[in-house]
T-cell receptor, first 113, second 111 residues
Framework: NAGVTQTPKFQVLKTGQSMTLQCAQD?????MYWYRQDPGMGLRLIYY???????DKGEVPNGYNVSRLNKREFSLRLESAAPSQTSVYFC????????????FGQGTRLTVV | SQQGEEDPQALSIQEGENATMNCSYK?????LQWYRQNSGRGLVHLIL?????REKHSGRLRVTLDTSKKSSSLLITASRAADTASYFC???????????FGGGTRVLVKP
């Protein structure tokens, strides 16, 4: 059972470089999310997609863009990486936004130097 | 600012003891969820309690919700070394349609 799959698992970027974090789920979920986790800060919501074709900003959207490519896939793009974006990024999905349990991927550890 | 705040930030207990952690939130919610995160892994859902519920059980887990105090507690009974993890509360509010997490409680269960 794959669940939520994130790629890559680790990435090092130089300041100013761009990259896209990929996320796919095989549970036919409507809602998908991107969070970042920093030490002592818990998880903060970057963007979410309540259903295919819609995306909305979360708590910390600046510096990021997202694409809900189809029902399965939700990507997160950093156009010009900054050291402040060094974090662990988690993708999650749920059948409905907030009203049902969320399933998380294993995370992407991103370092921007 | 985050909706849920856990207390304590860290907890160390002996195997077999009970572990209790609390979550406080600021505005009304539709439900509150608890998640566990083992070191270096993604979060795993433990239990969801809706705003009209006061208590739920799942195995060795007991969750309470007091909407008048805007707080919830997670009790792990008869803890095991495998319960060592970080525990997060997450609050969902339909208005705004977001699931927001607190900073977590790190639990260490010593064998």
């Amino acid at each position: 059972n794959a669940g939520v799959t994130q790629t890559p698992k680790f990435q090092v970027l130089k300041t100013g470089q761009s990259m896209t974090l990929q996320c796919a789920q095989d549970m036919n979920h409507n809602s998908m999310y991107w969070y970042r986790q920093d030490p002592g800060m818990g998880l903060r919501l970057i963007y979410y997609s309540a259903s295919e074709g819609t995306t909305d900003k979360g708590e910390v959207p600046n510096g990021y863009n997202v694409s809900r490519l189809n029902k399965r896939e939700f990507s997160l793009r950093l156009e010009s990486a900054a050291p402040s974006q060094t974090s662990v990024y988690f993708c999650a999905s749920s059948a409905q936004t907030g009203n049902t349990e969320a399933f998380f991927g294993q995370g992407t550890r991103l370092t921007v130097v | 600012s985050q909706q849920g705040e856990e207390d304590p930030q860290a907890l160390s207990i002996q195997e077999g003891e009970n572990a209790t952690m609390n979550c406080s939130y600021k505005t009304s919610i539709n439900n509150l969820q608890w998640y566990r995160q083992n070191s270096g892994r993604g979060l795993v859902h433990l239990i969801l309690i809706r705003s009209n519920e006061r208590e739920k059980h799942s195995g060795r887990l007991r969750v309470t919700l007091d909407t008048s105090k805007k707080s919830s507690s997670l009790l792990i009974t008869a803890s095991r070394a495998a319960d060592t993890a970080s525990y997060f509360c997450a609050c969902y509010k339909a208005a705004g349609n977001k699931l927001t997490f607190g900073g977590g409680t790190r639990v260490l269960v010593k064998p």
